[in-house]
T-cell receptor
Framework: KAGVTQTPRYLIKTRGQQVTLSCSPI?????VSWYQQTPGQGLQFLFE???????NKGNFPGRFSGRQFSNSRSEMNVSTLELGDSALYLC??????????????FGPGTRLLVL | AQSVTQLDSHVSVSEGTPVLLRCNYS??????LFWYVQHPNKGLQLLLK??????LVKGINGFEAEFKKSETSFHLTKPSAHMSDAAEYFC????????????FGTGTKLQVIP
């Protein structure tokens, strides 16, 4: 089975622009979660989607949004980029996203640099 | 509320010596616990997971972890470090719920000295 894929792998944007990141989960996985990883804050949960619905959300401003399509692929969008949005954005998929025993499988991440 | 504490932000060992990365957790339930590894500029890879089947869990690349309920610990060990083990390691706790209730530790960077 193919793993979780994320595109693009690297992005450079300038302040004020917007960006869209894409994640394709493992085939058959219906839950997709997004995380932001920075040296200062570590891994922070952004949101989780299941069956095209946002089921859980972390503590990020409304500039961060996402969606999930019927094939479980997910996108996240960041509008009005700020310097502090520079980070590695990780996507993780799991079967149902419920229950403590489910394993999340991570993609390689998208490295975003905001200038 | 659940939480996880990785007691060391950096650990340095010589190649061929044992590795110990410490993790303590707090949970109101009987949680599942995971260790992930992240090599530079890569995503997270699952090393092992505890789901109450056995307290000593064996993972990939020779790593293992022991769940100790009385100490609320889930320390990661390896008998002999290899240069390729140099990476950042994350301890993760997951509680039951209708959606993924996962908390990540702050990570431990492992340096392996030749």
């Amino acid at each position: 089975k193919a793993g979780v894929t994320q595109t693009p792998r690297y992005l450079i944007k300038t302040r004020g622009q917007q960006v869209t990141l894409s994640c394709s989960p493992i085939s058959g996985h219906r839950s997709v979660s997004w995380y932001q990883q920075t040296p200062g804050q570590g891994l922070q949960f952004l949101f989780e989607y299941f069956s095209e619905t946002q089921r859980n959300k972390g503590n990020f401003p409304g500039r961060f949004s996402g969606r999930q399509f019927s094939n479980s692929r997910s996108e996240m969008n960041v509008s009005t980029l700020e310097l502090g949005d520079s980070a590695l954005y990780l996507c993780a998929s799991s079967l149902q996203g419920a229950g403590e025993q489910e394993t999340q499988y991570f993609g390689p991440g998208t490295r975003l640099l905001v200038l | 509320a659940q939480s996880v504490t990785q007691l060391d932000s950096h650990v340095s060992v010589s190649e061929g010596t044992p590795v110990l990365l410490r993790c303590n957790y707090s949970s109101s339930y009987s949680p599942s616990l995971f260790w992930y590894v992240q090599h530079p500029n890569k995503g997270l890879q699952l090393l092992l997971k505890y789901t109450s089947a056995a307290t000593l869990v064996k993972g990939i690349n020779g790593f293992e972890a022991e769940f100790k309920k009385s100490e609320t610990s889930f320390h990661l060990t390896k008998p002999s470090a290899h240069m390729s083990d140099a990476a950042e390691y994350f301890c993760v706790v997951s509680e039951p719920g209708g959606y993924q209730k996962v908390t990540f530790g702050t990570g431990t960077k492992l340096q392996v000295i030749p």
